[in-house]
């Protein structure tokens, strides 16, 4: 769950909260991580993989004859704050450019 200032705390304000204002740590803002133009090609695993992901985009990704999965996500957190998206992605499963058996 990317923030403004990522080597910052990000202190919990009580008194902020109790009066019915949205964000509780709004010392230190959220924003979306944005991860452009990555190709991921025979990686042995997954092309990109997330744990816990709040608002994170994949832009632009070009993923092909990866072991598992070309994009995989564990958990999609926070969507309050935006979501994880996968934009303009070319995601291909196999293309039979690997060795004989299909296998990396």
Known sequence: MPRTFPC?????DAEYAEN????PYHENPKIPAIFKD???WKCGFNGAITERTGNVIFKDFKIADNGIAGIEYAFIEDVEYGYAIVDNALIVG???LNDEDGAI
């Open 20 to 23: 019915g204002f949205d964000d």
């Open 38 to 40: 990555f190709t991921g």
């Open 8 to 12: 910052k705390s990000s202190p919990y």
């Open 94 to 96: 196999n293309t039979y």
